[in-house]
């Protein structure tokens, strides 16, 4: 029997699979990961009769046909996630736990789902996805105090960031390299007290974030901007975590971020307006290879001649005066 372990190589995937494996060791599971944007992780498992699989933090509809193999083929799975998932499915084998409210991720997920066992992970999970108040109210009611939120905070932020890029050079680890940096820390606290890496990482994320801070947005008005964004590599980077700024920063406006991937179109991230967090995923997956979740959602490549059309959609899906 092999034992796979599948999941988002942002906070989410990562914290959601450290709290699991604290609690549930398998050492010698085979680890399915990659940049946050390779969601359809599922198909490169070649499963058989009597393995198990866990699959977190990646879309069912985006892997529904990889799902369907596997559980023909006899595997057992343990699937959880948040973002929207399709039709669901019904099998023996599977075991689903699947949340699309607008205000939990899959750590919050399997947090719930493991009471509570390894709750500081989830915390920093949920603030790598942005949930900042769900994050707080969680640390509050375990005991942590206003600094080591604050800590967490960055924690959480700074392993989302890593897991941005177009190829897996873009990013500072792999994330199954950082992965297995965090694995050994029960208490994120302590990873971020003793773990070299963390402190490269952060040097970095810093410096990115210099570079982003003087962008000026492509289009705007009162409902939401546009930004447009080179194809280098710290932008590449910083996507994720900018758009997640702006959000807080402006929280009644949506954001749209399209970094040039050089080759005549943009990789957009979006998010909904920290206040209505919806819309993003229905705007996305009108778009082909759109996808994600209400409140921050994506397309892996929209066509340079689609920018006017996508720009138009956008200030239309979040237009207050139709919400």
């Known amino acids: 029997m092999t034992h796979y372990d599948v999941f988002n ?3 989410d995937g990562i914290c959601a699979l450290q709290q699991l494996r604290l609690c549930e060791p398998k050492g010698d599971a085979i680890l399915v990961t990659g940049l946050k944007r390779d969601i359809d992780l599922l198909s490169r498992v070649e499963a058989s009769r009597g393995d198990e699989i866990t699959v977190l933090d990646v879309s069912l509809e985006k892997n529904r046909a990889a799902l369907d193999k596997v559980l023909n083929a006899g595997a057992k799975v343990f699937y959880a996630d948040h973002h929207f998932p399709g039709e669901i499915p019904t099998h023996q084998n599977l075991d689903l736990h699947i949340d699309v409210t607008a205000d939990t991720c899959t750590s919050l997920i399997v947090n719930k789902h493991l009471q509570s066992a ?6 920093v999970g949920a603030f790598g996805d942005n949930f900042d108040q769900v994050a707080k109210d969680l640390g509050s009611s375990i005991g942590l105090s206003e600094s080591q939120l604050t800590q967490l905070q960055q924690l959480g932020i700074c392993i989302n960031y890593n897991g941005y890029g177009f190829e897996l ?3 500072m680890f ?3 390299a950082l992965y297995q940096l965090i694995h050994p820390y029960s208490n ?11 402190e490269k990482l952060l ?9 982003a801070k003087d962008f000026n947005p492509h289009s705007s ?4 901007a546009t930004y447009l964004l080179p194809n280098k590599s710290w932008a590449k980077r910083v996507v994720g975590v900018m758009g997640n700024e702006l959000a807080k920063k402006y929280p009644d406006k949506a954001h749209a971020l399209l970094v040039d991937t050089g080759d005549g179109g943009y990789r957009v991230s979006v998010r909904a307006p920290y206040n209505r967090k919806y819309g993003a995923d229905d705007l996305c997956r009108r778009f082909n290879s759109g996808g994600g979740r209400k409140a921050a959602a994506g397309i892996n490549q929209l066509d340079s001649p689609l920018l006017s059309e996508f720009e138009a959609q956008f200030f239309n899906q979040f237009n207050r005066k139709q919400a």
């Open 9 to 11: 190589g942002d906070a």
């Open 118 to 123: 390894n709750a500081k992970w989830a915390v």
């Open 169 to 171: 050079d873009d990013l």
């Open 174 to 176: 792999h994330p199954e």
């Open 188 to 198: 994120p606290l302590d990873f971020i007290a003793l773990e070299a890496g963390y």
């Open 203 to 211: 040097v970095q994320f810093k410096m990115d974030m210099e570079m």
């Open 221 to 224: 008005n009162a409902d939401g």
